[in-house]
């Protein structure tokens, strides 16, 4: 059963890229939320979070690695910036140890934010809830999310919120066995017709007070994890339950640095330096999406192929600008890719990419109108990098010990060289292996020092 639903996530997951955004529609009937109702609430595209410190956000293990994505904080409208939400970046990411996919119990993680984000606190502020007694039975909830609206429906463009009872454990094994563990909670009508859905996992499950001076105290009580279907009679909602876990994710945001109130741990808040105080070269990135934001990623690799910068977007339509310190006479590769294929171009509209250093001099600019990737090799500083070597360890053409950059590609007439150096190895073209030999002949980026 549980391969059944993860491979329901999965299909989710792969198929969000074509949907229609523009229906509008409830969560599995819920309503349309306000602009600042939630403002906790965490956009991610395919899921949800909840921002309980000023720089952790809480969601499901089963979304995955979600490092160097783009977040929205504060989100209403799910891949849009509005006038109360905030652009943000998962800096570091943690799942909790214990999370098993195979039956998705301890359903948690963190994000840890590139930079901290204060968000409005004076109408709704979200607490951890404490304690497994909480929430009893038949008590109203709340779910919220931007997943689908209806099962195996579009998602939602403005976040939604539903109410729905908590049951007890007990009650839950009636309907899912042994599936039901004590991580979890259930919340739902027997007789169906109101839920979370696809898309909404990670979000919050929120039992909300309101207080005597008019404001709303809601507490985290558990993060959408897993279902039969959505809203179907006898198949509640199942949540993983927060208050057994409020240990593991106080301690492990402290672990990250955070400066949440519980960690009282001094934060270094000051900014980072300019590139340049640091004797380093800004890269500027200015880069346009399309309507799919999610499905583009970028990556700085330095000469040794280690990504030193990673993005991954959520906003559609979104001008980005970023800043990259790279070292001076060394070489990198600039790689976008769009998992789609389709470039960073939508229904006639393509965004554009921008790279821009050596303090302004040197500019690559296009529209994204690519399939799947392009790269852009450069070298900074007088462009003669220090590396032109050829990889003696790892080279070995088709597998074979004697076909290493000098045995295999430095024998023969300087246009066989030539074209073996334009052949692919692990994804590379082999001139970026083998420098040194392609150079002689020409070719790849250690030509220009000969
Ligand atoms: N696993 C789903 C997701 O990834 C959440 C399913 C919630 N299902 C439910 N019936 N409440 O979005």
């Given at each position: 059963?549980?391969?059944?639903?993860?491979?329901?996530?999965?299909?989710?997951?792969?198929?969000?890229?074509?949907?229609?955004?523009?229906?509008?529609?409830?969560?599995?009937?819920?309503?349309?939320?306000?602009?600042?109702?939630?403002?906790?609430?965490?956009?991610?595209?395919?899921?949800?979070?909840?921002?309980?410190?000023?720089?952790?956000?809480?969601?499901?293990?089963?979304?995955?690695?979600?490092?160097?994505?783009?977040?929205?904080?504060?989100?209403?409208?799910?891949?849009?910036?509005?006038?109360?939400?905030?652009?943000?970046?998962?800096?570091?990411?943690?799942?909790?140890?214990?999370?098993?996919?195979?039956?998705?119990?301890?359903?948690?993680?963190?994000?840890?934010?590139?930079?901290?984000?204060?968000?409005?606190?004076?109408?709704?502020?979200?607490?951890?809830?404490?304690?497994?007694?909480?929430?009893?039975?038949?008590?109203?909830?709340?779910?919220?999310?931007?997943?689908?609206?209806?099962?195996?429906?579009?998602?939602?463009?403005?976040?939604?919120?539903?109410?729905?009872?908590?049951?007890?454990?007990?009650?839950?094994?009636?309907?899912?066995?042994?599936?039901?563990?004590?991580?979890?909670?259930?919340?739902?009508?027997?007789?169906?017709?109101?839920?979370?859905?696809?898309?909404?996992?990670?979000?919050?499950?929120?039992?909300?007070?309101?207080?005597?001076?008019?404001?709303?105290?809601?507490?985290?009580?558990?993060?959408?994890?897993?279902?039969?279907?959505?809203?179907?009679?006898?198949?509640?909602?199942?949540?993983?339950?927060?208050?057994?876990?409020?240990?593991?994710?106080?301690?492990?945001?402290?672990?990250?640095?955070?400066?949440?109130?519980?960690?009282?741990?001094?934060?270094?808040?000051?900014?980072?330096?300019?590139?340049?105080?640091?004797?380093?070269?800004?890269?500027?990135?200015?880069?346009?999406?399309?309507?799919?934001?999610?499905?583009?990623?970028?990556?700085?690799?330095?000469s040794n192929k280690?990504?030193?910068?990673?993005?991954?977007?959520?906003?559609?339509?979104?001008?980005?600008?970023?800043?990259?310190?790279?070292?001076?006479?060394?070489c990198?590769q600039?790689?976008?890719?769009?998992?789609?294929?389709?470039?960073?171009?939508?229904?006639?509209?393509?965004?554009?990419?921008?790279?821009?250093?050596?303090?302004?001099?040197?500019?690559?600019?296009?529209?994204?109108?690519?399939?799947?990737?392009?790269t852009?090799e450069?070298?900074?500083?007088?462009?003669?990098p220090?590396f032109c070597d050829d990889d003696k360890k790892e080279f070995r053409f088709d597998g074979d010990p004697t076909k290493t950059c000098e045995n295999w590609l430095g024998v023969g007439k300087k246009k066989k060289i030539k074209n073996k150096c334009k052949k692919r190895y692990l994804g590379y073209k082999v001139f970026k292996w083998c420098p040194d030999t392609c150079g002689e002949v020409g070719l790849g980026i250690c030509a220009s020092s000969r």
């Open positions: 059963m549980k391969s059944v639903l993860v491979s329901v996530l999965m299909a989710a997951t792969t198929t969000t890229a074509k949907v229609d955004y523009d229906n509008p529609g409830r969560i599995i009937n819920g309503t349309d939320a306000g602009p600042q109702d939630y403002p906790y609430f965490v956009g991610m595209g395919y899921c949800g979070g909840a921002l309980i410190a000023p720089d952790i956000v809480l969601f499901a293990a089963h979304c995955g690695d979600w490092k160097d994505k783009q977040l929205n904080i504060g989100a209403f409208k799910k891949e849009t910036l509005t006038q109360f939400s905030q652009e943000r970046y998962c800096a570091q990411w943690i799942a909790d140890p214990k999370y098993d996919g195979s039956d998705l119990n301890y359903d948690f993680a963190l994000c840890k934010l590139d930079v901290s984000v204060q968000i409005d606190e004076s109408n709704v502020i979200l607490e951890l809830n404490d304690y497994d007694a909480v929430p009893k039975q038949g008590k109203n909830l709340i779910a919220i999310g931007t997943g689908s609206i209806e099962e195996g429906g579009p998602y939602t463009d403005i976040l939604q919120s539903v109410k729905v009872p908590a049951m007890t454990n007990d009650q839950c094994k009636q309907y899912y066995g042994d599936d039901i563990t004590d991580i979890m909670l259930c919340a739902g009508f027997p007789e169906g017709g109101k839920d979370s859905c696809q898309g909404d996992s990670g979000g919050p499950l929120v039992r909300r007070k309101k207080n005597n001076d008019g404001t709303f105290t809601d507490t985290h009580a558990g993060i959408v994890s897993w279902g039969i279907g959505c809203a179907q009679a006898n198949r509640p909602g199942v949540y993983a339950r927060t208050s057994k876990r409020t240990d593991w994710i106080r301690e492990t945001s402290c672990s990250m640095g955070s400066s949440a109130s519980w960690c009282d741990s001094l934060v270094n808040i000051a900014q980072p330096l300019p590139c340049t105080d640091q004797g380093l070269i800004p890269l500027t990135v200015k880069m346009t999406t399309d309507e799919f934001g999610l499905e583009t990623t970028w990556r700085v690799r330095d280690e990504d030193i910068f990673k993005r991954t977007y959520l906003f559609k339509y979104y001008e980005n600008e970023h800043t990259v310190c790279l070292k001076p006479d060394e990198y600039f790689r976008i890719e769009d998992q789609f294929g389709d470039g960073m171009c939508y229904d006639g509209f393509c965004g554009s990419y921008l790279i821009d250093f050596n303090n302004g001099q040197e500019t690559f600019s296009d529209i994204g109108d690519f399939e799947y990737e392009r852009i450069f070298c900074t500083g007088d462009g003669v220090d």
